[in-house]
């Protein structure tokens, strides 16, 4: 198969790009690396430098890539960034997708995975976990850009053919992730580097964190599905189980030896209280369930952190 991975320079995208290549894929990633790291890009892959805003570029990648599948995973990822700049955000989540979404019905109807957000579709919940039937209301900017989307690709597999599978992932983490997205990620930097995290609020919100292992699973098992059937699907991608902020400090804090006192701060405005999701319709849908659990993810996380940190030549605190 040849593969279209956008935002495969990015956390989430290599992962996903190094799977189909190790599975015999023909794999070109798409990324202006803004916030995607050239590093992360794996060898074999082809490297296309391109913004999703940008119309024109994006219906020659695609045109002339004659792509098998579509695997949607550029975007900007930041709650915060979204609330800061909703505009930003909405000509990035949405607008890019459009061009990708056009570009894919124009050149073949390419089939389209698209990377949702489980986290945040569905604001605060009113039944835990949540199915894919919950209600949708988000609460902040990134949710509505994403979910925004996914009623464009609805529209377009009824209106132009386009078979696609939407992914909502909870809360991704595992090797490779960087930046202010991602408590775990975050908390990890903080201890490799000697420097006490500060846990927002109380630390009792609650959310379901998923191994990125199991994620690209999740996106190995939909891109199958889609060269069998001709559907528009929604699965969660996700783990079914709770788990504080709190809990994540004190499970990295054993990893690094207890060196750490639990710090807090103030709460940020308008975040959710509690986030967990089902991942019943997938396990019937695909056969995919969650394979490691968090103790194992973190341990596979912090040990990733600190080879790259060695590698990077920089003395851990």
């Known amino acids: 198969m040849k593969i279209l991975v956008t935002g495969g320079a990015g956390f989430i995208g290599s992962h996903i790009a190094e799977a189909h290549l190790a599975q015999g894929d023909e794999v070109t990633v798409l990324d202006n690396l803004a916030t995607g790291r050239r590093v992360n890009v794996p060898e074999g892959a082809r490297l296309v430098e391109a913004d999703i805003r940008d119309a024109a570029a994006i219906d020659a990648v695609v045109r002339q890539g004659e792509f098998n599948l579509i695997n949607h995973h550029a975007a900007q990822v ?3 960034v979204s609330v800061q700049n909703p505009q930003y955000d909405a000509e990035l989540n949405v607008l ?10 124009r050149h073949g109807a390419v089939p389209v995975i698209f990377a949702s957000s489980g986290g945040t579709v569905y604001g605060e ?13 988000p609460a902040c900017p990134y949710g509505i850009s994403k979910l925004a ?45 000697g420097v006490t995290p500060t ?3 109380s630390g009792e919100f609650t959310r379901d964190y998923v191994y990125i292992e199991d994620v690209v699973r999740a996106n190995l098992l939909a891109a199958r599905h889609l060269s069998h059937y001709d559907e528009h699907q929604v699965f969660n991608v996700c ?3 709770e788990t504080s902020v709190n809990r994540i400090f004190h499970t990295l804090n054993a990893d690094f030896g207890g060196r750490f006192n639990e710090q807090h701060g103030p709460p940020k405005p308008g975040e959710q209280t509690r986030s967990v ?11 995919w369930r969650p394979q490691i659990d968090l103790d194992e993810g973190i341990r596979r996380t912090t040990a990733a952190a600190r080879q790259e940190r060695e590698a990077r030549g920089e003395e851990q605190e």
């Open 239 to 241: 783990t079914g189980i």
């Open 149 to 193: 989307v996914e009623h464009y690709l609805r529209y377009y597999h009824a209106e132009q053919g386009l078979r696609s599978v939407i992914l909502r992932y909870t809360n991704v983490y595992g090797p490779r992730q960087h930046g202010d997205c991602g408590v775990i990620s975050i908390f990890c930097d903080r201890m490799i580097e």
């Open 125 to 137: 919940q009113h039944t835990f976990p949540a199915d894919e039937s919950h209600p949708t209301l």
């Open 78 to 80: 930041g709650v915060g």
């Open 96 to 105: 890019g997708s459009l061009n990708l979404f056009q570009a894919a019905a």
């Open 277 to 287: 999701c089902s991942f019943d319709r997938i396990e019937r849908g695909l056969g």
């Open 199 to 201: 846990i927002n609020g």
